[in-house]
């Protein structure tokens, strides 16, 4: 017997265990979308799946920089319903405290990159036919770091710049789908808490706060590029 797809849209939201990559799939949950979501600590997946109570979040854990896990993200969105947005969450920080880049450990650069830089690729390239078919979009999760010279965020700085770069070009080779950086800003997250290892983050944004900003970038879909959370306020009604 041959079952019925679901129609609701379908999206791949990586990192989504926590942080904005669970406020992202919480809100997107509340819209109608079917979220396939991944994180590296399946605990915690397990414990946002019961707290979602959704039969819409399908939850995979497992690493993004893993070719199987890719596999499996891409075939259960397939398999879901019409994959119409991938959302490159999932990020590597580094070591922490981080260190100069003269002192950066060449092995901690490349798993930074790895998860930066080559997942979010590999990803795409296997998504993009799907994406091409249901005209939908991706989504880039990149950062201030990738533009200014902090000292310190060599590893991750330079990761997230290659990405802004990788999205730029894929823009411009892939105009049937809008590919798009978006940088949050700052956010009260465990992994901004780990690049400032004992100091008060509370001042910072909390992530639910800056996820009306991508999803006007979704409602809106201005033309493919770099887009900065403060520059996509909400007006509020």
Known sequence: MTQTQNTRPVAIVT????????????????????????GRRGNELEVLAHQLNSPQFIPLPGDVTDAAHRAGLLAAAVDAGPLTLLVNNASRLGPSPQP????????????????????????IQAALPALVANRGAIVNLTSDAAVEPYP???????????LDQLTAILAAETPGVPVYAFDPGDMRTEMHQAAFPGEDISDRAEPASVVPALLRLLDTRPPAGRYRAADLKVARS
């Open 100 to 123: 100069a880049l003269a002192d950066y450990p060449p092995a901690e650069l490349r798993a930074v990159y790895n998860t930066n830089v080559f997942a979010p690729l590999d990803l």
């Open 152 to 162: 310190g965020w060599g590893g991750y700085g330079s990761s997230k710049a290659a």
């Open 15 to 38: 990192g989504a265990a926590r942080g904005f990559g669970q406020a992202l799939t919480a809100a997107l949950l509340d819209r109608g979308w079917t979220v396939v979501g991944d």
